[in-house]
């Protein structure tokens, strides 16, 4: 019984302490134009990290995948005779997506 009144004690004074020390932050003036000049402030590092980074780790996760996939569907046409064209084919248009994405994904943003 100890214990039980020992931890509704302590979740009580936690409780209470969070909601006295807690600081409540409203936001006045134009919020929107301060996040649009930030993202136009940092559109060029974002571009710049999202096409050397990004899409290259898609690239090439999408690639091996691909490559496993293709060869798993070679050794199952081996032993059943009948070729999955499903998974290789989504796995290739996916990579095709993430090769072509950095052209044209920016004048959609």
Known sequence: ??????????????????AILSISAFATG?????????????????E???NNVVFPVFDL???VLLFISIGSSYFEYR???QFEFTKPAILFA??????????YIWTII
């Open 1 to 18: 019984m100890n214990k039980k009144i020992s931890i509704i004690t302590k979740c009580i004074i936690i409780t209470a302490m969070l």
């Open 79 to 81: 032993k059943h005779g």
């Open 61 to 63: 996760v999408l690639a």
């Open 30 to 46: 134009d919020i929107a134009s301060a996040i649009e000049n930030t993202w136009t402030d940092a559109r060029t590092q974002v």
């Open 94 to 103: 996916c990579l095709l997506f993430t090769l072509t994405a950095p052209l």
């Open 48 to 50: 710049a990290i999202v």
